[in-house]
Each structure stands twice: as structure tokens, then as C-alpha cells.
């Protein structure tokens, strides 16, 4: 089944001619066993397929997928959630830019625009957010809980995966929440999009609502992880 009309293919195609680096979308699959108290696993298999679709319409993206159970890379940094995509560079060991469950609705969005920062790298993030940041020596998390229907979230995860592709102190997770309803009842999550902030594995009262501009999560970053 094809997600993407033919219009749109070609738009997208058309979108992804500036790329000229290779781009990996790792996809985090789990199994079938539901553990009580947890998120069961997503819709993998259509994400799989809109990601191999997406990566047929420029040769320089390829999609990996790999299991969750067990990884050990993936538990250091955080990753619960199965499908989750991690957006990188060929080559790359980075797991702090990603999205949890299909990138669909608004979010394809998020899903095109994070692979064209990769595939151009050209920062989305302004100099000035990068310079006051790289003074960070903690590890923040910012949880981005969206909804496909939302068009508002794209702005907020792309600005959060902005920062985080210029700081490996800095996490950006963009989360489906209808996906996901576990964690976002965990989170008290009742509009999007709603950032959760984390500054070393502990979850902060910090939050960000809405799709507010970059100077907002800029400045709700240092209020919990003061740069040196």
C-alpha cells in the first residue's frame, strides 16, 4: 500500500534535490509481548513502510532497522518507545534526534524536514541558541508529545531537533501521543504540544506548551541545566 500519491512524490522528490549527504533513518522495532504498566508497540510496520517509501525518492536515504529489546546504546539513551526513528548521518553513532511512532498527518512534516537538516546540514537552529548552549554539561531530554491532527507540533519537535543537532548534550524526542498513551498519561499530557524536560534521567517541572519560538526552549533548557 502506497502512502504517497503520485503528486506528492514528486513534491517531496523535488524537496530532497538539495540533499548531497547520506542520510539513515534507524528505526527501534519491539516485539509483540505487552508488559503491563508500558506502551505496547506502535504502528512499526506501517512506519517501516513510509520510511522505505520516503527513502526510495533519493537514493542518498536509507532506512535500518534494528530491535529494541536488549540494545544496550538504546537504553543509554532513553529509548522506551518501539517504532522510534532516529534521524542521522550515514555513518553516525548519534541517537539524541528522534521521533516516536509514525510520522504521519502534520508530521510528515517533522519527518521531511528532519531528513533535509541531515541531508544539507544546514542548522535549523540559530547561532546564538547554539553559542548559549554549548555550555550545557548535563544531559537534557525534551519530550515533544504530539498528535498527527496538531498542526502546530511540527515547529515544536523540529525546533527541539534543531538544538539538539548541534548539542550531543541535548535530546529531542518527538512522541505520538495517541501512540503512546501510557507515556503520555504518565506525562498528564491533555494538549499538544506539550514538552517534557528531563535533565539527566529525573523529569523536571519545566515544560514547555505550545509551539512556542526558539528563545522559549533556549531559556527553559538553562533554567533546569545552567550552562558552565
Known amino acids: 500500500m502506497a502512502f504517497l500519491d503520485e503528486g506528492t512524490q514528486a513534491q517531496v522528490k523535488e524537496v530532497f534535490e ?26 512499526q510496520k506501517e512506519t517501516l513502510e513510509l520510511l522505505k517509501e520516503v527513502a526510495s525518492l533519493n537514493d542518498k536515504i536509507t532506512v535500518t532497522e534494528t530491535p529494541l529489546a536488549g540494545n544496550k546504546e538504546a537504553k543509554e539513551a532513553g529509548i522506551t518507545l518501539a517504532p522510534t526513528i532516529v534521524f542521522r548521518e550515514k555513518g553516525s553513532d548519534r541517537l539524541n534526534t528522534r521521533f516516536a511512532g509514525i510520522p504521519s498527518g502534520y508530521e510528515f512534516q517533522t519527518l521531511v524536514e528532519a531528513i533535509l537538516l541531515f541531508g544539507t546540514k544546514k542548522p535549523l537552529a540559530t547561532d546564538t541558541a547554539k553559542e548559549e548552549l554549548t555550555g550545557i554539561k548535563d544531559n537534557v531530554t525534551m519530550q515533544i508529545f504530539v498528535t498527527p491532527t496538531c498542526p502546530y507540533c511540527p515547529k515544536a519537535v523540529l525546533t527541539a ?19 503512546f498513551p ?8 491533555s494538549g499538544v504540544p506539550d514538552a517534557i524536560i528531563a535533565v539527566n534521567g529525573k523529569t523536571t517541572e ?4 505550545g509551539a ?15 550552562a558552565a
Do not use: M
Open 182 to 189: 501510557i507515556a503520555s498519561q504518565a506525562n498528564k499530557i
Open 206 to 209: 519545566e515544560r514547555i506548551l
Open 161 to 179: 531537533i534543531g538544538l539538539a543537532y548541534d548539542n550531543e548534550n541535548i535530546v529531542a524526542e518527538g512522541v505520538d501521543a495517541n501512540e
Open 18 to 43: 538539495p540533499i548531497t549527504q547520506e542520510v539513515e533513518l534507524l528505526v527501534f522495532t519491539g516485539g509483540d509481548l505487552v508488559i503491563p504498566g508500558k506502551d505496547a508497540t506502535g504502528h
Open 212 to 226: 512556542q519560538p526558539e528563545r522559549v526552549f533556549v531559556e527553559s533548557i538553562l533554567k533546569v541545566a545552567p
